[in-house]
């Protein structure tokens, strides 16, 4: 069974950093993307950024470019989002998603990815 689980949420101040984890189990094969989308309270969930399964390629949202950083760890069942000059519009619950798919590339699209997390809140105020 897939299993994505997310953690490293949090609340933080403007100008901090964060790095959030996606750990990943049950998939039958290393072929996959992930990517990361939010949720902001009373706005739809956007996409944030996105892995290709050899890690080579990578895609952001304009609203996080230069901000925030997607790499594939070590062990690769496990993504990473490190995000930095947080701003209170990054306060929202923070998703990863997987999906089976062996090319090097990868689109930041809901319709992409078949199995997700329960997300990871991240909060910054001052």
């Known amino acids: 069974q897939l299993q994505l689980v997310e953690s490293g949420g949090g609340l933080v101040q403007p100008g901090g950093s964060l790095r959030l984890s996606c750990a990943a189990s049950?998939?039958?094969?290393?072929?996959?993307?992930v990517g990361w989308f939010r949720q902001a309270p009373g706005k739809e969930r956007e996409g944030v950024s996105c892995i290709s399964y050899r890690g080579g390629f990578t895609s952001y949202a304009d609203s996080v470019k230069g901000r925030f950083t997607i790499s594939r760890g070590n062990a690769k069942n496990t993504v990473y989002l490190q995000m930095s000059s947080l701003k209170p519009e990054d306060t929202a619950i923070y998703y990863c998603?997987?999906?089976?798919?062996?090319?090097?590339?990868?689109?930041?699209?809901?319709?992409?990815?078949?199995?997700w997390g329960r997300g990871t809140q991240v909060t910054v105020s001052s």
């Open positions: 998603a997987a999906d089976p798919w062996p090319l090097n590339q990868c689109v930041i699209s809901e319709t992409r990815f078949g199995s």
């Open positions: 049950g998939f039958s094969s290393d072929y996959y993307v």
